[in-house]
C-alpha cells in the first residue's frame, strides 16, 4: 500500500485531487449500499422478490445512461458538476435516512435510491471524461494511472464492505447511513481543489456538424468503429452478467455438491482476495490491452468451466482462484484499453455506454432464474462461450497481424 501512496504523489495535483474525491466517494457507496441492504431487511422485512426488484430498478440509470452520455461531454466546467453531483449524494443519503426513520413506504425509498443511482450513473461518466484533464492528456501518465485508479479501488472496495458489514454488528444501519455522509462531504473538498480550464476543445475541428449535436446515436456509432474494442466490450458486459447469476446462484450449488451453505463466506472470501492479487500483479504484466482479453477469456473460461466439472473440492477451489486471478487483472487492462481506444473527449459517452451494456446484460441474466436455475448445467455453458469468445478474437487478432 505504501508503494501505491507513492506513486500516487509522483501524479499531477488535480490527479490527486481527483482520486483522492474517487476514494471517498467509493468508501460512502459502500457504506450506503451495505447500510441500505440491512435496512430493507431488518426495518422492512423485505422478502427476496422484492429485494430483488429492488436491486433491478436501481440498475435502470445506468441501462438508459447512453442517452445522456453526449451531453456530458458536452460539459466544460466538470470540476462544477463534480462538486455539484456529490453534494446532491449528501442530500439524497439524508433524505433516505429520513424515509426510513418515518418508515415510509418501500416505494418511495425505491424513488430515492433510483435518483441516488440516476446521479450514479452521471458521476461515474464525469470521473472517466475529466481524468484525461488532470493528467494534462499525457499518455504515459493515464496508463500508470490505471494501475494505482484499479489497485485503490479494489482495495478500497474489500475495505469499506469490510468495515461497514462489522461497523453493523455494533451501530444501527441507521449510524453506517449516517457515516457515508462525512466521506461524501470530504470528497467534495478534493474536487473542488481541482485547477481544470473549462476551456478546452470538446470535439475535434474535423467532426461534422451533426456531431456537435450530441446525439445519442452519434455517440454509439463512434463506440462500435473501433471494433476490437467494442467487441471486447461487449463480451466482457455479457460475461459480467453471467458471473452474476452464478454468484448469486452460489448458495444452491454449494448445497449441491454437498457442503454447508455457511461457506459461502469462505467463497466471497477467496473471489475478493483472488481478484485483490490479479489486480496487484496487473501493473507488471506488459501485453497489449485487446490481445491480452484473448488470454484472458482463455485462462479463467477453463479455470471456472473446471470448478463445475471437476469433483474434488480442494481442485474446484483451486481452479476457482485462478478464474478470479486472471479477471483481477483483466479489470486494469478493460480500463487501460479505454483510454488507449477512444478520443479523450468523448470518454463521458462512451463510458455510459459501457454502463448501460452492463446493466442491459445484469438485468437479463438476473432474470434466468426465473425460468432455469441449474447452476452447474449454466456454469459450463457460460464458461464454455467464455472459451469460444477467447478463441474467436485470438483468431480475428493475430491472424490480422499475419496478415
Not at 440498475?59 to 442517452?67: D, E, T, V
Not at 468503429?225 to 467487441?231: A, E, G, I, M
Not at 458471473?243 to 457442503?259: C, E, G, K, M, R
Not at 466439472?309 to 484499453?337: Q, R
Request: proline share 3%.
Amino acid at each position: 500500500m505504501k508503494k501505491t501512496i507513492a506513486g500516487i504523489q509522483s501524479f499531477p495535483f488535480n490527479f490527486r485531487q481527483l482520486i483522492y474525491g474517487k476514494s471517498l466517494l467509493n468508501i460512502a457507496d459502500s457504506f450506503y449500499a451495505v447500510a441500505l441492504s440491512v435496512g430493507l431487511v431488518s426495518i422492512y422485512h423485505i422478502e427476496a422478490g422484492q429485494l430483488s426488484t429492488f436491486t433491478l430498478i436501481a440498475m435502470i440509470p445506468a441501462m438508459f445512461g447512453f442517452l445522456v452520455g453526449a451531453r456530458i461531454d458536452a460539459i466544460k466546467a466538470k470540476k462544477n458538476w463534480l462538486i455539484a453531483c456529490q453534494s446532491m449524494y449528501v442530500f439524497l443519503v439524508i433524505l433516505m435516512t429520513l424515509c426510513m426513520y418515518m418508515r415510509v413506504p418501500v416505494a418511495v425509498l425505491c424513488a430515492v435510491n433510483f435518483l441516488f443511482y440516476c446521479l450514479t450513473s452521471v458521476m461515474s461518466a464525469l470521473d472517466t471524461s475529466v481524468i484525461p484533464q488532470a493528467l494534462d492528456d499525457d499518455e504515459e501518465l493515464i496508463e500508470r494511472s490505471v494501475d494505482v485508479q484499479y489497485l485503490t479501488g479494489n482495495i478500497l472496495n474489500i475495505a469499506s464492505n469490510f468495515a461497514a458489514s462489522v461497523l453493523l454488528g455494533f451501530v444501527t444501519y441507521s449510524v453506517v447511513l449516517n457515516l457515508s455522509v462525512p466521506f461524501f462531504v470530504a470528497g467534495i473538498f478534493f474536487f473542488w481543489r481541482m485547477k481544470i480550464s473549462n476551456n478546452q476543445p470538446l470535439i475535434n475541428s474535423s467532426d461534422s456538424a451533426e456531431s456537435t449535436r450530441y446525439r445519442f446515436h452519434d455517440s454509439i456509432r463512434y463506440f462500435s468503429q473501433q471494433r476490437v474494442p467494442s467487441t471486447i466490450i461487449m463480451c466482457e458486459a455479457f460475461l459480467s452478467g453471467a458471473l452474476d447469476v452464478l454468484f448469486a446462484l452460489a448458495p444452491l450449488y454449494l448445497v449441491s455438491i454437498h457442503i454447508d451453505v455457511t461457506w459461502i463466506g469462505l467463497v466471497i472470501a477467496i473471489q475478493q482476495g483472488a481478484d485483490l492479487l490479479g489486480s496487484v500483479c496487473a501493473p507488471f504484466i506488459r501485453i497489449k490491452p485487446t490481445h491480452f482479453f484473448c488470454w484472458d477469456y482463455i485462462i479463467s473460461g477453463t479455470a471456472l468451466l473446471l470448478v463445475f466439472v471437476m469433483p474434488s473440492i480442494p481442485a474446484k477451489i483451486i481452479a476457482f482462484a485462478i478464474g478470479y486471478f486472471v479477471i483481477g487483472i483483466s479489470g486494469n487492462y478493460f480500463s487501460k484499453m479505454l483510454f488507449s481506444s477512444y478520443d479523450h473527449q468523448r470518454l463521458g459517452s462512451v463510458d455510459t455506454i459501457i454502463r448501460s451494456l452492463y446493466a442491459i446484460f445484469g438485468i437479463a441474466f438476473l432474470l434466468i432464474p426465473n425460468f432455469y436455475s441449474n447452476i452447474t448445467v449454466l456454469g459450463i455453458v457460460f464458461n464454455a462461450a467464455t472459451i469460444l469468445f477467447g478463441i474467436g478474437l485470438a483468431i480475428h487478432i493475430y491472424a490480422k497481424l499475419r496478415m
